[in-house]
């Protein structure tokens, strides 16, 4: 995580951000301030060993992912801890429900993410969040406070996660395995997040990034293809945007329902600096547009016609 990209992509967004967005910013400000605190204070954490260019390479044809491999040794004690800090966090900037705080200050997260089945953390992450939802609401926590404690374990988890993700995604790319193909975060199988078509002179059929907001990796992904379901039928897939705002779109995907929120650096609309944490945050209003196609504004347009 790149706290001088992050602050300097807020502050080249905040004269054009109406109310709410900036609220939001600022709150994501401190949460990413705290995760990059857990991060210095994890250093080089627990060493993490790098799949053999062969055991890579079987385990990506075969479905598996680069931590299913090679897991992350997580401790359950300092990540009880972090995910406490961040709770702290978000109580004190006043994001939590007063029915959410009070069912999520007092737990003692680091017993709780150190029963048996919690401890996957480091293999597989989705899979370890699932779980974590169902312990919380073992606690006896209503749906709610639950689903909002699972977001601060999954924001809490990045810290712990993120330096193995940049040497995963550095080993794929030394075996010369194809990233484009992955629809799934490779190291960590979770969705990705947020896509982005960076900027040039021919953009046309250039390749996106896709990018994770769990472990923090970033791959390339063939442009016209969904990044859901994978198909390439140019003709169901979509973009769409807030009129006036080309550069953040949602590319829908009529095969699977789906869609990825994208953002566009074409010449003239050069986002810069840049930060994935930064547009996850800003393109949050797009989700509406995922449910209503209609609020876009105008028609949609096929990816032919970007």
């Given amino acids: 995580m790149n706290i001088k990209a992050i602050d300097a992509a807020i502050a080249a967004y905040r004269d054009g951000l109406d109310a709410s967005d900036a609220s939001r910013l600022a709150l994501f400000r401190e949460l990413w301030g705290a995760q990059d605190a857990i991060a210095q204070e994890l250093g080089e954490g627990p060493a993490w060993r790098v799949p053999s260019t062969p055991s890579l390479i079987d385990a990506l044809q075969s479905g598996a992912t680069v931590l299913s491999v090679s897991p992350v040794r997580i401790d359950p ?90 040497r995963a995604i550095k080993a794929i790319a030394d075996a010369g395995i194809d990233q484009r193909r992955f629809t799934a ?3 960590c199988g979770c969705e990705p997040a947020v896509a982005r078509v960076a ?64 953002v566009f650096e074409e010449d003239e609309l050069q986002l810069a600096p840049f930060s994935f944490e930064v547009e996850d945050v800003v393109m949050a209003r797009l989700d509406a547009i995922a449910a209503d196609p209609s609020i876009a504004g105008g028609a949609a347009a096929g990816v032919g016609e970007e």
């Fill in 77 to 166: 004690a300092l990540l009880g801890k972090a995910i406490e800090r961040l709770v702290r966090c978000m109580d004190y900037q006043g994001a939590l429900a007063p029915e959410a705080s009070a069912a999520i200050a007092g737990v003692d997260w680091a017993k709780v993410v150190g029963s048996p089945v919690l401890l996957t953390a480091g293999a597989q992450p989705g899979a370890w969040l699932e779980d974590f939802q169902g312990a919380c609401a073992s606690l006896g926590m209503d749906e709610a406070s639950a689903r909002v404690a699972t977001l601060i374990a999954s924001l809490t988890l990045r810290p712990f996660l993120e330096k193995a993700a940049q």
């Fill in 185 to 187: 975060c490779p190291v």
């Fill in 199 to 262: 900027g040039g002179a021919a953009t046309k059929g250039r390749p996106r990034t896709l990018w994770c907001g769990q472990c923090g990796a970033s791959w390339e992904f063939e442009r016209v293809r969904c990044a859901r379901c994978g198909t390439r039928n140019q003709g169901h897939l979509h973009y769409h945007s807030i009129e006036g705002d080309d550069a953040h779109r949602i590319q829908s995907c009529d095969e699977c329902g789906g869609y990825i929120r994208t």
